[in-house]
């Protein structure tokens, strides 16, 4: 027979409480911890073994969901074009519309660091990245864009938002290696720049040197309309009358 526990010399051990059941994962609690890491980090700072930490579980975890970081940052760019604005289709005003569809994705891709990086060179097929080119192709073709130039014109708005998202993704990293704020930043960079192309010899480069200020002045967001109005203006050679 057992000693009874108030024996003396008995030690009872204490009962250790049941570990509660973790929650099972799902695709969508990754990639919504994907997209938290990566709007501080950028894409760099997203790993299986990082995600898995965020769980408390292991990177074996994440393999039933998802298949690999490539899928990872595919599935995280669908999650970010589900943010994108798509306006009640008006014909009337295709081009404001298109150009409201692009600010709107430019916005959501800015709000997540270099998450831009992951969508150059792919192509977007998802229902939500499918939602926006459904929406643009409808705009320009009702706006009498032939189908081909609609289709190509789609595909350059498309790199266009990327490519300037992710340009300003590498800024931010500059900014914050420095430490500078973002306006001093801005305003450093121009004005050394500036100081650059007006030392320049005028008979070699007399254009750089004249509009230095020109070239280097402005802000981000008025050259990126520049560049949508050049894509979206320019479709008006292409309509059919």
Known sequence: ??????????????????????????????????????KTEGIDGVSMRRLAAEFDTGPSSLYAHVASKDELLQLMFEEVCGLVEV?????ARWQDQVREIARSGHQAL??????????????????????ISEALLRLML???????????AMDRIFL?????????????????????????FADELSEDLMAYFEQLPADTY?????????????????RFELGLDLLVGG???????
Do not use: C
């Open 160 to 184: 266009y938002i990327t490519a300037d998202a992710y340009e300003m993704s590498i800024w931010r990293t500059e900014r914050q290696t420095t430490g500078a704020k973002d306006d001093a």
């Open 1 to 38: 027979m057992k000693e009874p526990p108030w024996r003396p010399g008995v030690v009872r051990r204490p009962i250790k409480p049941e570990r509660p059941a973790k929650t099972p994962l799902s695709q969508a609690q990754i990639i919504e911890a994907a997209l938290r890491i990566v």
């Open 110 to 131: 800015m709000d997540h660091y270099d998450l831009a990086r992951s969508a150059l060179a792919t192509i977007p097929s998802g229902p939500n990245a499918m939602r």
């Open 142 to 152: 009702a706006g009498g864009v032939p189908p081909r130039v609609a289709s190509w």
């Open 235 to 241: 479709l008006d050679k292409y309509v059919m009358k």
């Open 87 to 91: 306006p009640p289709f008006d014909p």
């Open 206 to 222: 007399p254009n750089l040197k004249k509009h230095a200020k020109d070239m280097v002045g402005g802000g981000t967001d008025a």
